[in-house]
């Protein structure tokens, strides 16, 4: 999701129409290694060696003193970036080959900070909105700058996602939350907050926000459950964006005893997608067993006939 998110995000800046994508290509594994370390303690002139090399301190999670972890440093100097993203987008040119047009960078943050005391843990240490926040655009304004001074990226636009990234055990995997763009040969401009989120079904009746696909979603699962007992759990995921949502992602885990039986059972759950879920609501129902994908129902949003396929 945090590619994903990027590429949603990269369209605001670089449109479909003008650029081609590209994996990310301008910062190779041993920077973005380092970038994502602590900071280094400055060893002094009378403890180095005689043949120690000078290592680049470019960490850009916090120092840890003394270099070992204890339940206070892990509440104030936790490790808030857990992941750099990179991707290219290109334009045609006069002589049709293609070249840089720009850069999106996704910075992944954590929400919880897992840590151990020697022997013991691993332990939680959850970290504020507004920390990851803050913490987030420090380490941007510090990437565009040292990107800036790489061969080819000191003129080049280039687009900073902040990305909040859920904790270990949680079913959906976080989301964009902020972006800013630093235009050509610049640092950061102002900062764009972003309304998305990933919400799991089936919600609590006290969730007023989403209780108009809750219902729908647990209307459908009640039918399937009517037709067809033998299951483990039929899980729903929504993408929101600015309070609406775009996508139903539905699983369905299940053990069919014949070929039949998942036509059958296909074409009986197509027809209560049609039923329950808005015209409006793109839908994806996904039907797996030990063996594999099984079936796949895609309803585009305003689509009168939905896409069914059975895999062979």
Do not use: C
């Amino acid at each position: 999701e945090v590619e994903n998110g990027l590429l949603r995000l990269s369209q605001r800046s670089f449109s479909p129409d003008d650029y081609l994508f590209q994996e990310g290509q301008m910062l190779d594994s041993v920077t973005l290694g380092n970038w994502l370390q602590r900071k280094r303690e400055e060893v002094k002139d009378k403890d180095k060696k005689k043949d120690d090399k000078p290592k680049p301190n470019i960490g850009l999670n916090p120092l840890l003193p003394g270099g070992e972890i204890t339940a206070e440093l892990a509440k104030t100097d936790p490790m808030y970036l857990a992941h750099i993203v990179e991707q290219n987008y290109m334009v045609k040119t006069k002589d049709n080959t293609i070249k840089l047009g720009g850069v999106s960078i996704g910075l992944a943050m954590n929400s919880v900070f897992y840590y151990k005391l020697g022997d013991y843990g691993p332990y939680e240490q959850p970290i504020p909105q507004a920390t990851i926040e803050k913490q987030g655009k420090k380490m941007a304004d510090e990437i565009i700058k040292r990107m800036r001074e790489m061969p080819g990226l000191e003129e080049v636009p280039i687009t900073v996602g902040l990305f909040k990234q859920e904790d270990r055990n949680s079913i959906v995997p976080g989301s964009y939350f902020a972006y800013s763009v630093a235009d050509e040969g610049k640092s950061l401009g102002e900062w764009t907050n972003i309304n998305e989120e990933y919400v799991i079904f089936p919600q609590p009746a006290s969730e007023v926000k989403y209780r108009e696909v809750s219902d729908s979603f647990n209307n459908f699962k009640q039918d399937v459950e009517e037709y067809f007992s033998n299951y483990t759990s039929i899980i729903g995921t929504g993408f929101y964006q600015e309070d609406r949502i775009k996508k139903l992602t539905i699983d369905i885990p299940i053990q069919f005893y014949g070929s039949a039986e998942l036509i059958g059972f296909t074409q009986y759950m197509t027809g209560l997608v049609m039923e329950h879920f808005p015209a409006s609501m793109h839908v994806e129902v996904s039907v797996t067993s030990i063996n594999g994908p099984e079936a796949i129902i895609i309803k585009k949003a305003d689509d009168k006939e939905p896409y069914v396929h059975i895999y062979d």
